[in-house]
């Protein structure tokens, strides 16, 4: 079967965006068509499919690298908007895109060459250790020791759709995220359904960079729901304030985090790499 694909990326987190009417076998797709040596390349699959849920434009499935499902995408939403718009498949700029973690509300900006960049409302922060899920007891998980492996860990864990640990560190270029990355990973004790690693520096008050660790890929340019929860751990830790613009600069470009009390804005780029044929 040839179906038609489109490469697309937000702040280098690529993915591959197809119709996904008429596919089968997903999980076994997003790892063979993920290889960056011996196929398109990418961070992983992206589907688009009717909604299910009434009033929503339109649903997305994204698919790791290794063909583990994720829940939710900060950068897959965005280029979902941008891939709708640009296909005529939603001709509107405020779109409701149903994701395994629910409706998500999207605004699509435009600029100079068209749709440039999409804030998207990703809901409030989930705080509740059962609910990110995590093991370790508490009403909160905030600045927690962890001992993982024989290394200390100072963590923080909440979710924006996927769950997340974060640690705040001085020097984020030199720190070991590989290796942490997959002790993280690997530590289903702690983590049952798997957990997403990022490091962050605070730069200043509204500034900040991180590097993250996505399970079922590895390290990557960016995460829109990683810089979601590092922004919302600077403010529980008090390292930044609410209701205050966050940027959160990332190995392929920056994002702009704004953290109220009610939900957590996230907006970033979105851009069309190529289109093609692939035979499955």
Known sequence: MRINFTKMHGCGNDYIYMSGENITNPHELAVKLSDRNKSIGGDGIVLILTPTIQGA????????????????????????????????????????????????????????????????????????????????????????????SGNVYEITCLSMGNPHAIIFHDDIDHFDLQAAGIIFEQSRD????????????????????????????????????????AAVAAVMLGYADSNVSMSVELAGGTLTIDYTNDTVYLTGDTATSFEGVVTI
């Open 57 to 148: 434009d339109a649903r997305m499935r994204m698919f790791n690298a290794d063909g583990s499902e994720g829940l939710m995408c900060g950068s897959s939403i965005r280029n979902v908007g941008k891939y709708l718009h640009d296909h005529a498949a939603v001709r509107k700029k405020q779109m409701k895109i149903e994701t395994a973690s629910g409706v998500k509300n999207i605004e699509l900006i435009e600029g100079a060459t068209g749709i440039e960049n999409v804030k998207v409302d990703m809901g409030k922060a989930e705080l509740t250790p059962g609910k990110i899920p995590v093991t370790l007891t508490g009403d909160m998980v905030v600045a927690r020791r962890v001992s993982i």
């Open 190 to 229: 702690l983590f049952p359904a798997g957990i997403n690693l990022g490091v962050a520096q605070m730069l200043s008050r509204t500034n900040m960079k991180m590097r993250v660790w996505e399970r079922g890929t590895g390290e990557t340019k960016a995460s829109g729901t990683g810089a979601c929860a």
